[in-house]
């Protein structure tokens, strides 16, 4: 059959983005098919040129009734016609959206959620979206007027992890071109022509004007800038990872934590620089330039202080260490008490905490219970004797954390453990104490893990 030049043209591209995006040779790949132009164009040309095996996911996120049923059916129903696997799932992203998460991010994660368990359950390195050239120039214009600094205009990363978006460089016209001389279905999205989402508006009538009354070639204009300044984000990026090792602190429970000292340590431009670093390291969104300077100055000239990042995410503060946590951290769960005996067990959820008690004769070998086999985060063994045992939980608070040289932030949600029986009593906070010495034949055997 004879290939048109588009298809040609696009052919190419596909290709030179398999070999810089490092998917060509790969054993097969996980396309994301909403059955719009761009993704029905990105099976097509997978299944045209990529010698690997193709599979295809679709997520319908429950947000335009039955026009997202229906693009489901279309995805499954077109994939079965012409023979390859495709997996769909129905979620409702209004409804499962997280405290503080917008109706976008909740169906952001949960797309990337579905995908990556899709990739690991079918054995794929990659997962391919149909983000293009026009997607690159209509964020960099977004990002423009929210203030964003050289990664936001740099539009959109053509491999994240295992991300790859191979028409990264093509144009939706030339895609739109192929897809009708192919005679290939797609299903148009009828929020696109909606005027009241800013995307939208930059689309629809911004870009239009630009090409009408400014520069007819603005598309290919803006995407040379894009490019220019992606190279000068890698070269400030990679000395940007180098910085952001060296401030970062292992901890366990927070998204990421860093030494306040290191980082004050650095110029203003470098800490700039592992802020958003460790933004986009994080997935979240990209702050403006203001914010990333207010954060900035918090971190330079505060001892205590809370930055809201998005959604439920925040930025904590203190003189020893910096944290990025979410908000719920910062709320303690209620108290809670219970009532031990020799070889009898407990297992209780606090907060993200489960904490598993026994109490035991030492002399019995048998282990504490341990659900799936999973290392805890910490052990400690509590003296006792034996005898019933007046176990509570609350939160460390403040003063603990002082006492324990802990950040105030780590505090409200940490378990404060402590016990008391006829000839013992004490208290436990994990993480700073590892284990007790213990002078009676008797102790209850803690284990806590971190759940999701």
């Known amino acids: 059959m004879f290939a048109s030049r588009v298809e040609n043209e696009l ?123 026009d997607d690159t120039v209509e964020t960099m214009l977004l990002n423009l007027f929210r203030g964003a600094g050289m990664l936001g205009l740099s539009g959109i990363r053509e491999r994240r ?96 934590v860093w030494d306040t000292a290191s980082a004050r340590g650095l110029d203003r431009l470098s800490l700039l620089d592992i802020i958003r670093e460790q933004g986009s390291r994080l997935d979240l969104p990209t702050l403006d330039r203001k914010r990333a300077d207010e954060l900035a100055g918090l971190i330079l000239s505060s001892d205590r202080w809370r930055f809201q990042w998005a959604g439920d995410v925040e930025v904590c503060g203190s003189s020893d260490l910096t944290g990025w946590i979410h908000r719920r951290a910062l709320t303690p769960p209620d108290a809670a008490e219970l009532c031990l005996r020799l070889g009898e067990h407990a297992s209780l959820r606090w907060g993200k905490w489960r904490i598993n008690l026994d109490l035991r004769d030492l002399s019995d070998r048998r282990g504490c219970h341990n659900p799936g086999g999973k290392d805890p985060e910490w052990r400690a063994l509590l003296p006792s004797s034996g005898e019933p045992t007046l176990v509570s939980l609350k939160s460390a608070g403040e003063s603990d954390a002082k006492k324990h040289f802990l950040p105030w932030w780590d505090a409200f949600g940490r378990p404060f453990i402590s016990w008391k029986c006829e000839n013992f009593n004490g208290s436990w906070l994990p993480g700073v104490l590892s284990g007790m010495r213990v002078e009676s034949s008797c102790a209850i055997i803690a284990y806590v893990f971190v759940e999701p």
């Open 11 to 133: 052919r190419k591209e596909l290709e030179s983005a398999g070999v810089r995006q490092g998917w060509l040779d790969a054993p097969g790949i996980l396309a994301a098919v909403s059955g719009g132009g761009d993704s029905m164009a990105l099976l097509s040309l997978l299944l045209r040129f990529f010698k690997g095996r193709v599979v295809a996911a679709h997520l319908e996120h429950g947000l335009r009734g039955e026009a997202s049923i229906a693009d489901a059916e279309f995805v499954r129903e077109y994939c079965g016609r012409i023979g390859i696997e495709c997996f769909v799932k129905h979620c409702d992203v209004a409804g499962e959206a997280k405290k503080g998460e917008s109706a976008e991010m909740a169906g952001r994660r949960m797309r990337y959620e579905f995908f990556g368990g899709l990739m690991e359950s079918v054995g794929l390195q990659y997962v391919a979206t149909g983000h293009t050239a």
């Open 161 to 256: 992890d295992g991300i790859v978006r191979p028409l990264i460089n093509c144009f939706r016209k030339d895609l739109r071109t192929y897809l009708r001389e192919s005679a290939i279905p797609w299903r148009e999205d009828e929020t696109n022509q909606e005027n009241s989402y800013q995307r939208n508006k930059i689309r629809n009538q911004l870009i239009p004007w630009l090409r009408s009354n400014m520069n007819a070639s603005v598309d290919r204009t803006l995407l040379g800038l894009a490019g220019e300044l992606r190279e000068k984000v890698a070269s400030v990026g990679t000395r940007a990872m180098s910085l952001l090792r060296l401030v970062t602190r292992p901890h366990k429970t927070a998204l990421a």
